[in-house]
């Protein structure tokens, strides 16, 4: 209990120092776990089917793992992110980090179906249980990638300041798998444009559910 009471008097302090309500992080985090775990029974079933295809399909594991930027404090945060494999085996075998793009070469067919469903991103649900993401976020991108858009676009690292990195988002709604660095102006804008949403009660629970109504609809339609 003494252990419990120190935690929650910790989060509250830690709340005090941002500029995100504490009853905006409570609620998100409250509805990020009821949703994964939600979730995560739900889906499960569909977890062996999609093991199965992604292994008849194509070598290599079904999961696959990467060290990707989680909310940014003064210290700096990574994670491992997990998501089922959508690319051919060792698709970065040169050892050069690349974003993905929308007629990427090194998507298998199963891989572009889970892509266009965002079923390879299920596995993230247990990341966020776990509390390295939340459900509605900017997306977690690989530090080396971070590293290399910073020099081009300073502050894109502040994006994920304080605010955990999302399964979906205001940008990854809006947009498809960015072809270059080059082109990341409006995900900049559009993920700092959600992290001043939540400085207010009303203007993050707004943002919220018109993301998670966006999020449907690309599923649905296929359109991720």
């Known amino acids: 209990m003494q252990g419990l009471t120190k935690k929650c008097i910790m989060q509250r ?5 941002s500029y995100i309500p504490w009853t905006v992080l409570t609620c998100k985090r409250i509805f990020d776990i009821a949703f994964a775990f939600t979730a995560l029974i739900l889906l499960l079933p569909l977890f062996p089917l999609i093991a199965v295809l992604i292994k008849m399909t194509s070598k290599g ?10 909310r940014q404090t003064q210290q700096g945060r990574v994670f491992i992110i997990y998501k089922f494999r ?7 075998k040169n ?3 690349m974003l993905a793009s929308n007629n990427d070469v090194r998507i ?8 266009k469903t965002r079923l390879d991103e299920t596995p993230q649900l247990w990341n966020i249980l776990k509390g390295d993401m939340s459900l509605i976020g900017p997306r977690p991108e690989r530090p080396v ?3 290399k858009i910073e020099q ?9 300041y304080q605010v955990l990195p999302g399964l979906t988002g205001l940008a990854q709604t809006q947009q498809s798998y960015l072809d ?7 995900k900049l804008a559009l993920d700092h444009g959600y992290c001043l949403s939540l400085s207010r009660f009303s203007t993050w629970l707004k943002t919220d559910c018109q993301i998670v109504l966006a999020t449907v609809v690309t599923v649905l339609k296929c359109n991720g």
Request: aromatic share 8%; glycine share 6%.
């Open 13 to 17: 302090n830690a709340a005090r120092n």
């Open 61 to 70: 594991p079904v999961l696959y793992s990467q060290v990707r930027t989680g």
């Open 86 to 92: 959508s690319m051919v085996q060792d698709a970065e």
């Open 95 to 97: 050892g050069q980090a």
């Open 108 to 115: 298998t067919q199963v891989g572009r179906w889970l892509r």
């Open 145 to 147: 990638l971070v590293d």
């Open 152 to 160: 081009q676009h300073p502050f894109f690292a502040e994006r994920t």
């Open 180 to 186: 270059s660095v080059e082109d990341i102006e409006q």
